[in-house]
């Protein structure tokens, strides 16, 4: 059973990142563009330049794209996982020190999950393993001469 399950490890980590990067980029869409629900389910958008958020929601949308596709993903991961750090931290432990309490849940699970993601890479069916099997075949080949 422990092989059928380590067999699947890349797969399981893959649609995990995918899912991960998908619910981020969403994030940020809503903040920047005011779709699915807004910036903070109101519908509207954060202002452009506002400091954190408008920065936070950038990084959310591009983070989270370049994490959906597997694209740098350990570099987009980290930066991710940052930004939701400094929102926990700065925005919601001040009001409490536990999630639950402080209403930080999902800024935490997003830290702690990207940040998995910077130790596990993108898993299978990622843009970073399709170009880094290209290379690998490209260093198999012999150079051609004339």
């Known amino acids: 059973m422990t092989a059928r399950l380590d067999q699947a490890r890349p797969y399981v980590i893959g649609l995990f990142r995918i899912v991960v990067g ?3 980029l969403c994030h940020g869409a809503a903040s920047l563009f005011g779709v699915l629900g807004g910036a903070g389910g109101t519908g509207g958008t954060v202002p452009t330049g506002s400091w954190p958020g408008w920065y936070a929601a950038v990084i959310e949308l591009v983070g ?4 959906l596709v597997g694209l740098g ?3 987009a ?4 996982s940052g930004a939701m750090a400094y929102a926990y931290f700065k925005v ?3 009001m409490n020190l536990f999630p639950l309490q402080n209403g930080g849940e ?3 699970m997003y830290c702690w999950s990207l940040l998995l993601l910077v ?3 993108p898993g299978a069916l990622s843009l970073d393993s399709l170009f880094s099997s290209s290379r690998a075949d490209g260093r198999k080949r012999e150079p051609v001469t004339a």
Not at 64 to 67: E, F, I, N, S
């Open 22 to 24: 998908l619910l981020f």
């Open 64 to 67: 989270g794209a370049l994490v």
């Open 73 to 75: 993903t350990r570099a």
């Open 77 to 80: 991961a980290f930066i991710s």
């Open 92 to 94: 919601h432990q001040p």
């Open 106 to 108: 999902l800024a935490a």
């Open 119 to 121: 130790f596990t890479g």
